[in-house]
């Protein structure tokens, strides 16, 4: 063992001696704690392949985590920070534990490495089933995915956090070396092990196999390497019986998660039958998000969900693009741009105001804009809008093309962008973001931004307005009722029970040198849900929830609740 040997010299190699000597090495291998079936030096390059592998293996599963975090649960820093806080505090507890089986370094390994990549590469299709099928049940049920996860979090951990003593007594097996030279070996292979696994996983996994069978192929790898350099390498290390039963539990191990790869199709439809209902018309993964359309057909409600929370609502998206568009037509209106909007419905209402001459939409997802476009049903809701000659679609990112979009440029701009909730769209709802947009509207020109919901989340609503007033813009804010209980249409993801489904939408009307007044425009189209006396009394609504004394959002300090 390691713990009988004083300090050696850095640099330099030293036999393990055993209680009756040194012990006798395979052929050609001198100086090698258990025989070897390599020369000394390919076996230490083989145990750092090994440890790279693994490596890359434990970080996609820990990366995996945190998107079942962000994608199931919400986007939310605080999940992610509990998911990576409970892995770190484990991988500690692991090492710690590891200890033990220091003896038994070969067999301890490998059983590791056959337990971490069944619970690794299985863990994606665990905690989607546990969403799809109980996420409703409420009760107890009501945090099990939560639960579950930080389960995953915590045995992920404790089992990464084993291999690296235990790798560290099997590479002084091999030749023994100082403490400093052996942790830098098995640190330079464990990093870049890492930063391979890091890159893997947005750019190969999760793009080409998709988040479960990306998980499955991944645990398939780590089990065939774990258990082949155990097998392989320190076979002679193990009984007859350890080899065995390693050799059962990798067959097991491979099997079952070959089997999941097979049926991960029919699961993911299954799931999302579960989530949604068996109305799924199309499912469809683009590198920015899944993008899922329910109905539309046969008298049945279209619906659009991107990444599982329902954007568009066949039953009540008039009453939210009429509420979000037309307050903000009253005026010049030639020139429009419109953010976000890329199902095309903003741009539909949009077009019913005469006058109009350019609407530009600037939308972060291809992949919708093409349904908008090619979709029978969605083309159809949005009057094939994208396709009106006075309509360009670019695709990007909106606070980007902000940045160098002309200056003065448009007389209306409409903010049609996810819940501020959601972490990767609170830039978009920043003091920064709105100063931005400020710069392109032209003079006597109006800014409408959609707030999410007012009588639900509340703060969140109010540090919007106190955001655009940051931002050097005069507001009026207003809510309009009328959502369609059933989904959560905020950050939140999958079914909604009553108590917390959001009724409201909250919208922000803002101008540059007046303070706008939401009304219709008298020479406009008449909607068919608003009248300038419902929009008084939504702006008094309004002002009776009016969370005052809120700080404004910034990019470095965003306050927006998940």
């Not at 975090?69 to 770190?88: C, E, H, K, N, W």
């Not at 003896?103 to 690794?120: M, N, P, S, Y």
Request: net charge positive; charged share 20%; proline share 6%.
């Amino acid at each position: 063992m390691i713990d009988r040997q004083a300090p050696v010299p850095p640099g330099s190699t030293q036999t393990w001696d055993g209680p009756d000597g040194p012990l006798a090495d395979g052929p050609g291998v001198a100086g090698s704690v258990v025989p070897l079936p390599v020369r000394q030096g390919t076996g230490r390059w083989l145990v750092l392949a090994g440890v790279f592998v693994c490596a890359a293996c434990g970080l996609v599963y820990e990366l995996e985590l945190v998107a079942l975090a962000t994608y199931l649960m919400g986007d939310s820093i605080a999940q992610t920070s509990v998911v990576l806080s409970v892995m770190v505090f484990a991988m500690g507890i692991g090492s710690l534990a590891a200890k033990r089986l220091r003896r038994h370094a070969a067999a301890g390994f490998g059983a590791i490495e056959a337990t971490l990549a069944l619970v690794g590469g299985g863990s994606a299709m665990a905690l989607y089933a546990v969403f799809a099928w109980t996420g409703d049940w409420g009760g107890m049920w009501a945090d099990g995915p939560r639960c579950l996860l930080v389960a995953f979090s915590l045995a992920t951990g404790l089992l990464i956090g084993a291999e690296v003593p235990l790798l560290m007594e099997l590479i002084q097996r091999i030749r023994r070396q100082d403490a400093g030279g052996a942790v830098a070996d098995l640190s330079a292979a464990d990093y870049v092990g890492a930063l391979v696994g890091g890159l893997a996983f947005p750019f190969l996994l999760l793009p080409v196999l998709g988040q479960l069978t990306g998980a499955l192929i991944t645990g398939a790898v780590n089990a065939v390497v774990g258990g082949a350099l155990v097998l392989g390498l320190f076979r002679h290390d193990l009984s007859r019986r350890a080899r065995r039963l390693l050799f059962t539990a990798n067959i097991c191990v491979l099997t079952l998660l070959a089997s999941a790869a097979v049926l991960v199709d029919d699961f993911e439809r299954a799931a999302r039958h579960a989530l949604y209902g068996a109305d799924v018309r199309v499912a469809v993964h683009t590198h920015v998000q899944e993008v899922l359309l329910t109905g539309g057909r046969d008298g049945r409600p279209l619906n659009l969900f991107l990444d599982g929370r329902l954007r568009v609502s066949g039953r009540d998206e008039l009453r939210y693009h009429e509420a979000l568009v037309h307050p903000a037509m009253t005026g010049r209106h030639a020139r429009v741009l419109v953010l976000g909007g890329g199902d095309g419905l903003a741009a539909r209402e949009v077009l019913r105001h005469p006058g109009v001459r350019r609407v530009d939409v600037v939308a972060l997802d291809p992949g919708v804009v093409r349904l908008a476009r090619t979709d029978p049903a969605l083309s159809r809701l949005n009057a094939h809008s994208l396709d009106d000659p006075r309509v360009h679609v670019v695709t990007a990112d909106a606070f980007d093309w902000l940045r160098t979009a002309p200056t003065a440029a448009y007389d209306v701009v409409v903010s049609d962008l996810p819940h501020p909730g959601i972490t990767a769209s609170t830039k978009l709802y920043a003091q920064e973001f709105y100063g931005l947009a400020r710069q392109v509207l032209a003079p006597g020109g109006r800014l409408m931004v959609h707030g999410g919901a007012v009588e639900s989340r509340p703060r969140d609503f109010w540090t919007l307005d106190a955001t655009l007033r940051a931002a050097g813009l005069r507001t009026t804010a207003y809510r309009v009722r009328g959502r369609q209980a059933g989904y959560a249409a905020g950050p939140d993801r999958g079914p909604a029970d009553g108590a917390r489904a959001h009724r409201d939408w909250g919208f922000v009307l803002a101008a540059d040198r007046h303070t706008p007044r939401p009304r219709l425009d008298p020479a406009g189209p008449r909607p068919r849900t608003l009248t300038d006396a419902s929009l008084a009394a939504d702006v008094r609504a309004a002002e009776r929830t009016r969370v005052p004394g809120l700080p404004p959002s910034t990019l470095v300090h965003p306050r927006y609740s998940d």
